[in-house]
C-alpha cells in the first residue's frame, strides 16, 4: 500500500501522515478541532517553531478558511509540552 504523505502549514516538511497533528475543519457545521471529523484539513508538525508560526501568522485559519479558537492553540500546546516530556523521560 502507497504511504500517506503530508506537508506540515508551517515548515512546508513534507513527511508521513502520522508524524503529524491534523486539524479539522468539519462539514457542514465549520467548527474547528483536532484529530477527527470529515472535512477540509490542515497538518502542522508538534513542534515549538512550527506552532508558533503557526498561531502568530494565522496559518491554521488560512489554510482551513475558518477562525481558529484560542482554546485551540492551548490545547495543541498542551499536547506539546506533553510529548516535549516524554522524551525527556525517555532520554
Not at 47 to 70: D, Y
Request: hydrophobic share 35%; aromatic share 8%.
Amino acid at each position: 500500500m502507497k504511504p500517506n504523505y503530508r506537508r506540515c502549514i508551517s515548515c512546508r516538511q513534507l513527511a508521513l501522515r502520522e508524524e503529524f497533528w491534523r486539524i479539522v475543519r468539519v462539514f457542514p457545521s465549520g467548527t474547528v478541532q483536532l484529530d477527527e471529523g470529515i472535512g477540509r484539513s490542515a497538518y502542522i508538525c508538534p513542534q515549538t517553531n512550527c506552532l508558533q508560526a503557526a498561531q502568530k501568522k494565522n496559518r491554521l485559519g488560512r489554510s482551513l478558511h475558518a477562525t481558529v479558537p484560542e482554546t485551540l492553540y492551548q490545547t495543541l500546546w498542551q499536547r506539546l509540552a506533553k510529548s516535549n516530556n516524554q522524551n525527556q523521560i525517555l532520554v
